[in-house]
């Protein structure tokens, strides 16, 4: 249903990209492995190739609601998405989305820790290192 308030039309996706960012993300919910894995590689698409679009901001949440659910595949490829989203620029260059969206990642710090100890090495290596890009 919160996917349904925000207004994705305001925020600039990959044109790349022929799938709506609602979509991707209920997709990328499922309980189905390979429909998720799918929707990862879809979501990557349509907010990071070519660099990261403003589309990042309002998917953050989901994401974060996901990463805390999802299995640990699904949950490597979200990291992988995170990590794009911490190459924006952090200086005076950024845009104000850009600076929200590493507001944002700076604010699970906590979370994103935790996920450093997970069990499954490569969701833990890539936790850590989105916390030294963070």
Same mark, same amino acid.
């Given at each position: 249903m919160r996917l349904r308030e925000v207004r994705w039309e305001q925020y600039q996706s990959s044109p790349a990209s022929k799938k709506h960012v609602p979509k991707i993300l209920e997709n990328l919910a499922? %309980?189905?492995?390979? %429909?998720?894995?799918?929707?990862?590689?879809d979501l990557w698409l349509a907010l990071c190739s070519g660099g990261v679009y403003p589309a990042a901001e309002p998917c953050f949440p989901f994401l974060m609601e996901i990463l805390a659910i999802a299995g640990v595949g699904v949950q490597a490829e979200i990291l992988d998405v995170l990590l794009s989203f911490a190459k924006v620029p952090n200086d005076d260059t950024a845009e104000d989305w850009q600076r929200r969206l590493r507001m944002l990642l700076a604010k699970e710090h906590r979370f994103?820790?935790?996920?450093?100890?997970?069990?499954?090495?490569?969701?833990?290596?890539?936790?850590? %290192?989105?916390?030294g890009v963070i």
């Open positions: 499922s %309980r189905k492995e390979a %429909r998720a894995m799918k929707a990862s590689h994103l820790t935790k996920l450093g100890h997970n069990q499954d090495t490569i969701v833990a290596d890539k936790a850590v %290192r989105l916390l």
